[in-house]
């Protein structure tokens, strides 16, 4: 924690901003630069960002999810997304796409399970590099302090 | 039908996960565990029968066709390779339970197991050469944490080594998978087949097929670049310690196999008599270096050195007779090898040391053990009518009818060296009385299950898994014509790699051709 008042109003403005460019880097990454891994390491780093702030137990706190939780439920989302195109009969990992109608809008949005795969990423970089993180803030207390 | 060849991979994948998961409930974990590795073993088992009935069978991940795409194949040998994988996964898995500790447990050991397991599944499997490399890291990189977990400093010694000359291979094979893919345009394996006789660079290709010796020599350990695996194999717990015997080298022993079968076959002359100087040396120095130890893990671990000499000794000479030969040899040393271990962990619970010189007595006070090790230590030695000696007599006879006779009496010496180490273990940890009578093993025993070292019915959970390797090995020496058969298929099939190419490449054309 660096006990910084910059920082602390900084980062208060800082992260919803981070955090929604990782969504947007996620949602943007099927035909662009961009992607569930590089979506991940954005919204990785506005929680270290908020850990270098606030301390690590803040950013705990705010994740909600341990850092393992969410590597766990990202390779569950990842795997699923395969199987779940194994179990209507495509080949495994196949994309499957729906194309939802919407109001107002002459092209209907396309949804694909690759999106789900790509989810799963970023839910993978967000609990790996989060675990590594923490886990170094937690075992040298005075590394980033002061 | 062929989407049957993701369950190996994504059975192991989806059991980390849920072990992932589970990361607080160790019960629950143990439990998906055992499911999980009885799951890859009865996937494989069934990928393999599917294979048996209907040749090669391979598929396209996500439908991208050959040759872009991820291409998983599986033939006889693969096949082979994934069901003994799946069975020793279970084997090992079962021991596993009963001799892990609580604090490696609540550390991930689960998770990390089934991560190797993907990776040395998936290494099997892969139809394409940078899949194999990424196989390969999967593999490495939960082995690194393996052999770690603990932080002993023994492991941490035993690891650096391990790590760095890992990270050296897989520097080298990358760089070779660059060399080709700069030469032919392509990684995939069948595609790789039918492009390389046509690229006529004789100097660039062979240089590329060292490059790929050297990375795969590494992972199986042949000499000279074996001594890491003596440096590191004999510091994890025993059941870290079989798997890493059984399989690991084993995958390397693989992959010199696949892309000397079926890529650098042009130049065979330099290639394979360079592979067969390597497998005399190798099968000495290891046997050599296993008579100087007293440790019980490391003159195993030197054996297994020595073995994959006999292994790549088939592989040079080149017949489908020497070919048979490895393929047997291979599925033989892994359930033997990984037995041998398993065992050096029961002597350990009894004796409390793998130093064979403080061992002693287990005869007269386990005689049930000595004959769990007995069974086979005899078969890696090669004594009938045990598993061990059909593999060594087929490589032998295929030495004589090549009339590679250097390299037959350097097998046929080995072997003998090989019976006087496992003599040696016979005498010391079974035959002779125990030095220091003071120490009580079943207090120990006793001592560990009340300190929660070992969870408390560990004692069938490690002699099952010893029992039912013995017994494969058993029926394999008894009954050894239906793993000869498979094997000589499995030969059959690499001598003949365009049967391989035409089933990647002929149904990914008319793939193609199907799509708008």
């Known amino acids: 924690m660096i006990r910084s008042l910059i920082l602390q109003i900084a980062t208060r403005l800082l992260v919803p901003i981070l955090l929604l460019f990782s969504i947007f880097m996620l949602l943007r990454g099927h035909n662009l630069p961009g992607g569930g891994f590089v979506g991940g390491l954005v919204a990785a780093s506005a929680f270290v960002l908020y850990s270098l702030a606030v301390g690590v137990d803040g950013a705990r706190r705010v994740l909600r999810l341990a850092p393992r939780t969410l590597l766990g439920t990202g390779l569950a989302c990842s795997v699923g997304a395969g199987i779940l195109s194994l179990a209507t009969g495509a080949s495994f990992l196949q994309s499957l796409w729906v194309k939802v109608p919407l109001p107002g809008l002459s092209d209907p949005l396309k949804l694909g399970s690759t999106l789900i795969f790509d989810i799963g990423v970023m839910f993978v970089v967000v609990g790996t590099v989060l675990l590594m993180v923490f886990s170094v803030e937690d075992r040298v207390p005075g590394l980033i302090d002061d | ?516």
């Open chain 2, 1 to 516: 039908m062929s989407d049957l060849l993701v369950l190996p991979v994504v059975i192991p994948l989806a059991t980390m996960v849920a072990t992932l998961l589970a990361w607080r409930a160790i019960r629950l974990q143990r439990i998906l565990h055992l499911i999980g590795a009885a799951g890859l073993a009865v996937a494989s088992i069934v990928v393999a029968v599917s294979v048996w009935n209907g040749g090669i069978m391979h598929l396209q991940v996500g439908s991208w066709s050959s040759p872009f795409g991820i291409t998983l194949v599986a033939d006889v040998l693969s096949a082979a390779m994934l069901v003994v994988v799946g069975l020793t996964g279970a084997a090992v898995g079962v021991y596993a339970v009963g001799s892990i500790d609580g604090e490696r447990e609540r550390f991930g050991f689960y998770p990390l197991y089934h991560a190797l397991l993907m990776g040395v599944s998936g290494a099997f499997l892969a139809g394409d050469l940078f899949n194999l490399y990424v196989w390969f890291e999967v593999m490495l990189i939960s082995s690194f944490v393996l052999l770690v977990l603990g932080n002993e400093t023994e492991q941490v010694r035993g690891a650096s080594t391990y790590v760095i000359i890992n990270l050296v291979s897989s520097l080298c094979f990358l760089a070779a998978i660059g060399l080709l893919y700069g030469l032919t345009g392509s990684l995939n394996l069948a595609d790789l087949a039918s492009r390389l006789p046509g690229v006529g660079e004789p100097a660039l290709v062979t240089t590329i097929a060292m490059l790929f010796l050297i990375a795969f020599g590494i992972k199986a350990a042949v000499f000279p670049l074996f001594f890491w695996l003596p440096a590191s194999y004999h510091t994890p717990p025993v059941a870290v310690s079989a798997i890493f015997a059984g399989l690991l080298t084993k995958v390397g022993v693989y992959a010199l196999i696949r892309v000397f079968t079926l890529l650098f076959t042009q130049d065979i002359g330099y290639t394979h008599t360079m592979l067969l100087g390597i497998a005399m040396l190798t099968m000495i120095t290891g046997v050599l270096g296993a008579a100087a130890q007293f440790e019980f893990r490391k003159v195993l671990s030197f054996h297994i050195v020595s073995q994959i000499g006999y292994m790549v000794l088939g592989l040079a000479l080149f017949t489908p007779l020497a070919l048979l030969g490895a393929v047997f040899y291979i599925i033989h040393h892994i359930i033997v090898k990984t037995n041998l271990f398993l065992v050096s962990g029961l002597a350990h619970r009894f004796g409390d040391t793998f130093e064979l010189k403080s061992l002693g007595g287990l005869y007269r006070s386990k005689p049930w053990l000595a004959i769990l090790f007995a069974i086979p230590a005899l078969s890696l030695a090669g004594l009938p009518p045990l598993s061990g000696f059909w593999a060594k007599f087929v490589i032998i006879r295929a030495g004589l009818e090549t009339e590679a006779y250097v390299a037959v009496a350097v097998a046929l010496v080995v072997g003998l060296l090989t019976l006087y180490s496992m003599t040696k273990i016979w005498n010391e940890a079974f035959w002779k009385p125990l030095v220091s009578a003071d120490r009580t093993s079943e207090a120990d025993s006793e001592r560990a299950v009340n300190e929660g070292l070992l969870p408390a019915p560990s004692l069938a959970w490690t002699v099952t898994p010893v029992v039912v390797l013995a017994l494969i090995t058993l029926g394999i020496g008894l009954y050894a014509e239906p793993l000869a058969i498979v094997a000589d298929r499995a030969a059959d099939e690499l001598l003949l790699p365009e049967a391989y190419v035409e089933a990647v490449l002929g149904s990914g054309v008319a793939e193609n051709q199907s799509l708008p």
